[in-house]
């Protein structure tokens, strides 16, 4: 090829005014400044307005374009096309509703090759967004999900064809998310005001919505504190419930043992103060803070939700409880806290899961991809007919089958 190729991810949005560095911006920030620009120029593109939060995107090296346009804005398309010409982009990868329908749009008009992105797991689409699904299906060159619940929603949810749509777990930056040593993970707790050496703790890093089951994790406090007042519960991260998980824990008369961090940009050392992580989610796709977890060697209690599932295996590399079930989680943490055996060899499996789940293996994937559809477009100088069984099949390569199984429970074929 002449020059590398000019690869633009497309979201709707960064986040709202203010907004710190969660999901898929922290997923760009890892991602974007790994791949090979002798091979892959990526640049990233909001339809909405200008990020002006403290993380920006920007600061990590790579272009970052905003159309500043609102969700129905008739002018998106046209400006899109002509940025997507101006940039000599050679392929899209789009994330959320608005960048999947108006990426693909443009991707018609210019003849290009997108990728469908799919982060979230939801049993339905609203209703603006069904139209453009099912009119764009036959134009999306590949859908890529993070779990086996987001497949089930690319399929039965966003109406893409099942042969469209390829597994692709994501990842974590391992060099970043490794193992402390004790010393380190003291130092850690220290940082967060933790100076009690006697002090156990059982945290969790985590959006603070519906979804997380963060109050299951609070009404579980109450019951392992009763019997164990040297252990302190952890949250890190922010959202909209935290005044009532707040008040939860007044209740329940543990506001003195449950503490509240807020959002921390250094999450290595959040996980690296923690004796036990926990994952109390409702649902899940897969979160990036599972990869973070596991590759700093954490020994986990995680809920059995769906995108969890994918990756956990119960008394392997966690103990896994059933959803909304605060009884269930309190026994499950207290045994690691109780069992230093199980809480090592939990430890040990986790840290040698993650090795699966490096996002460079992710970037190497996605550069391997671009150009192969860039290769077959040029070829036919225009939409190609893929075999989806053959021409894609190294995404999937390396993805253990014992991980994430296959999707009889989920009503869909199988990938």
């Not at 069904?130 to 036959?138: E, H, L, R, T, Y």
């Not at 103060?273 to 803070?289: D, M, Q, R």
Request: aromatic share 10%.
């Amino acid at each position: 090829m002449s020059r590398p190729i000019n690869v633009l991810q497309i979201c709707d949005h960064l986040g709202w005014e203010g907004s710190r560095m969660h999901g898929v911006k922290r997923l760009f920030a890892w991602m974007i400044p790994r791949f090979d620009r002798s091979r892959c120029r990526v640049s990233l593109l909001s339809l909405r307005k200008k990020d002006l939060s403290e993380d920006k995107l920007e600061d990590y090296g790579f272009p970052v374009y905003y159309l500043e346009k609102t969700r129905f804005d008739p002018t998106t398309l046209p400006d899109l096309v002509r940025l997507l010409k101006r940039l000599e982009i050679d392929v899209i990868q789009t994330h959320g509703y608005g960048a999947t329908t108006f990426g693909r749009a443009a991707a018609v008009w210019l003849r290009m090759p997108n990728v469908l992105h799919e982060h979230a797991n939801l049993t339905d689409t609203p209703w603006f967004q069904k139209i453009p699904d099912v009119a764009f299906n036959p134009f999306t060159d590949l859908a890529i999900a993070v779990s086996r619940s987001t497949r089930r929603f690319c399929i039965q949810g966003r109406k893409l064809a099942p042969e469209r749509v390829k597994l692709v777990y994501l990842g974590a930056p391992l060099e970043e998310f490794g193992p402390r040593g004790p010393q380190e993970e003291e130092q850690a707790r220290r940082k967060f005001g933790f100076t009690d050496p006697d002090l156990r703790l059982v945290g969790t890093v985590t959006r603070l919505h519906e979804s997380k089951g963060n109050r299951y994790f609070i009404d579980a406090a109450a019951r392992v504190v009763h019997e164990r007042p040297n252990v302190r519960f952890v949250v890190v991260g922010e959202g909209p419930l935290q005044p009532d998980l707040e008040a939860q824990a007044e209740k329940l008369a543990v506001a003195d043992k449950v503490v509240f961090l807020g959002f921390q940009k250094d999450v290595a050392s959040a996980f690296a103060s923690f004796h036990v992580t926990v994952f109390p989610s409702l649902w899940e796709g897969t979160p990036l803070t599972l990869f973070e977890s596991m590759g700093m060697g954490k020994a986990i209690v995680s809920t059995d939700a769906d995108g969890l599932r994918d990756v956990m295996v119960n008394e392997d590399n966690a103990l896994m409880v059933p959803a909304r079930d605060p009884e269930a989680l309190s026994q499950a943490i207290l045994r690691l806290l109780d069992e230093p055996q199980t809480a090592a060899r939990l430890s040990k499996n986790a840290l040698a899961t993650s090795r699966r789940f490096d996002i460079q293996a992710f970037v190497d994937k996605m550069s391997q991809l671009y150009e192969v559809l860039v290769d077959r477009y040029r070829q036919v100088s225009g939409r190609p007919r893929w075999d989806y069984e053959n021409d894609f099949q190294f995404l999937e390569d390396g993805q253990d089958p014992a991980v994430g199984g296959d999707d009889s429970d989920l009503g869909v074929p199988s990938p």
